[in-house]
């Protein structure tokens, strides 16, 4: 079973920085999408940024484009986020998720996913 499991979140000043980390186990090929999306309470869920483990190719909503970075390792099947410049806009649930397509498209639809960390930015 294809497991995800996200870590890194907690509370920051505006203005600040995190990094969010996805270990993602029981996949048996190499070339997948990973994404991270969040959710706000009262809000849909936003798709943030998108990676295919295959040559590295990238994707960033227009709201994070600047300041945050995706980033795999391959080896040790782990996701990153690096957030930089918070905003009290970002505040939300973050979650990681995965699909077996070969263009990672926020829009499409990502069959795997965690249970989220919690990241809180202050004013």
């Known amino acids: 079973e294809i497991q995800l499991l996200e870590s890194g979140g907690g509370s920051v000043q505006a203005g600040g920085s995190l990094r969010l980390s996805c270990v993602v186990s029981?996949?048996?090929?190499?070339?997948?999408?990973l994404a991270w999306f969040r959710q706000a309470p009262g809000k849909e869920r936003e798709g943030v940024a998108s990676?295919?483990?295959?040559?590295?190719?990238?994707d960033y909503s227009d709201s994070v484009k600047g300041r945050f970075t995706i980033s795999r390792d391959n080896v040790k099947n782990t996701l990153y986020l690096q957030m930089n410049n918070l905003k009290s806009e970002d505040t939300a649930m973050y979650f990681c998720?995965?699909?077996?397509?070969?263009?990672?498209?926020?829009?499409?639809?990502?069959?795997?996913w965690g249970h989220g960390t919690q990241v809180t930015v202050s004013s």
């Open positions: 990676i295919y483990t295959g040559d590295g190719t990238t």
């Open positions: 029981g996949y048996t090929f190499n070339r997948y999408c």
């Open positions: 998720a995965s699909a077996g397509y070969d263009k990672c498209d926020l829009e499409y639809e990502y069959n795997h």
